[in-house]
């Protein structure tokens, strides 16, 4: 019975796409990338409980330009000061929302292509032009289509929810 779910899971794998799992980019936690890491912007970066916090150019919500982890944050003293833009950044995959979750699943577990990745992929409408950017260094530029994210949270969540249902 087992292998029948797993199989099962399997296959909504492959009928399911990022679309139907990602988190849209007004429900995204971000912060710009002139943010000064004071004491009060540390607790409210710790305060919004995520691992993973997208980091967007200073006048565009839009505009990611990589992706900060909160551990990293853990040898920042708020009394420094520090800007925010001195901490180095992931550097996330743009990804189709038509991409099959077993493609994305790959991509996420495997750091993505060329040593990117870490968990978390971009949802655009125009994912080349957003990777482009990206590895220029720069902010996924309006053309991109940026419509949100998506973790491997969300991935194995759609699979454990489809097994559920189905028992
Ligand atoms: P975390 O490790 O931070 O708890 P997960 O990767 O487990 O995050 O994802 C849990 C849910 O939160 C998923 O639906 C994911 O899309 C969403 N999520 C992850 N990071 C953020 C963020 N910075 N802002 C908003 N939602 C997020």
Redesign the pocket.
Known sequence: LDEVLMAEGALQMKTKVAYDV??PLR????VPIDMVLSERNLVNIYA???????VHAADNKSAILGVMLTKQLIVVDGKDKRPLSTLPLRIPNCVSPTMPLVNLLNLLQMGGEKGRGG??ALICARPDVGNRALSLGQAVPETAGLIG??????IL?ALLQEQIYDE
């Open positions: 990602f988190t429900k995204v936690f971000s919004s409980g995520y691992t993973r916090v997208p968990h978390m994210i998506v973790t491997l949270e969300d969540e």
